[in-house]
């Protein structure tokens, strides 16, 4: 399979401290990052495209490594994780489902094991377009208070010929999160669930 070459990295962190509520002491903080590389296969369709995955999976390393940076460098601060991918109008839906294993478990190898499955979306579009990417916490995918979602996209990409591929990560529940259900300090950790 051909190397995997990057054009760019975009890098977004928001801190949150109150959404109407009462401000907290510590915000809330949500990342983002972004890679937009070249698809190898845009422009014909390709029988055998899983290959590609395990040329995926240094970036997924590196992207998850420089998101947990971006939000502080401690891997024990992050409790929420998500992923997608944006593939340019020269590819095809199933080019997106490439990251689905190398940016998972990239970002489970880098907290230590985390043991929810990591949630995603993907689409086809052009420059600039938006993609919501779904948050779980990384140990239990029924904790309701870490349930978010996190808007990205790239102001010149993806290209035709280009892949947005995602990773983000969370520091916590949602800010004055009181929706009820499983709490996090009540994960038994046993599958991923609950």
Request: net charge neutral.
């Given at each position: 399979?051909?190397?995997?070459?990057?054009?760019?990295?975009?890098?977004?962190?928001?801190?949150?401290?109150?959404?109407g509520g009462k401000p907290?002491?510590?915000?809330?903080?949500?990342?983002?990052?972004?890679?937009?590389i070249e698809n190898p296969?845009?422009?014909?369709?390709?029988?055998?495209?899983?290959?590609?995955?395990?040329?995926?999976?240094?970036?997924?390393?590196?992207?998850?490594?420089?998101?947990?940076?971006?939000?502080?460098?401690?891997?024990?601060?992050?409790?929420?994780?998500?992923?997608?991918?944006?593939?340019?109008?020269?590819?095809?839906?199933?080019?997106?489902?490439?990251?689905?294993?190398?940016?998972?478990?990239?970002?489970?190898?880098?907290?230590?094991?985390?043991?929810?499955?990591?949630?995603?979306?993907?689409?086809?579009?052009?420059?600039?377009?938006?993609?919501?990417?779904?948050?779980?916490?990384?140990?239990?995918?029924?904790?309701?208070?870490?349930?978010?979602?996190?808007?990205?996209?790239?102001?010149?990409?993806?290209?035709?010929?280009?892949?947005?591929?995602?990773?983000?990560?969370?520091?916590?529940?949602?800010?004055?999160?009181?929706?009820?259900?499983?709490?996090?300090?009540?994960?038994?950790?046993?599958?991923?669930?609950?």
């Amino acid at each position: 399979m051909p190397d995997v070459k990057i054009r760019k990295f975009l890098t977004i962190v928001e801190e949150i401290y109150h959404e109407g509520g009462k401000p907290v002491a510590k915000p809330l903080k949500r990342g983002a990052i972004v890679a937009v590389i070249e698809n190898p296969f845009a422009g014909s369709y390709h029988e055998e495209i899983t290959g590609f995955m395990k040329d995926l999976e240094p970036l997924g390393l590196d992207m998850a490594k420089r998101l947990v940076a971006a939000l502080g460098g401690n891997v024990a601060d992050v409790e929420g994780y998500g992923k997608g991918i944006i593939v340019g109008q020269a590819g095809e839906l199933e080019h997106g489902a490439l990251w689905h294993a190398p940016g998972g478990y990239a970002m489970r190898e880098v907290l230590g094991g985390a043991k929810a499955i990591v949630p995603s979306s993907k689409k086809v579009g052009g420059p600039g377009t938006r993609l919501d990417v779904p948050v779980t916490h990384i140990n239990a995918s029924y904790v309701r208070s870490h349930f978010d979602s996190i808007e990205v996209g790239v102001p010149d990409g993806p290209r035709a010929n280009e892949m947005a591929v995602v990773l983000v990560m969370t520091t916590g529940p949602r800010v004055h999160a009181r929706s009820g259900g499983l709490k996090a300090e009540d994960i038994k950790g046993e599958d991923g669930l609950r």
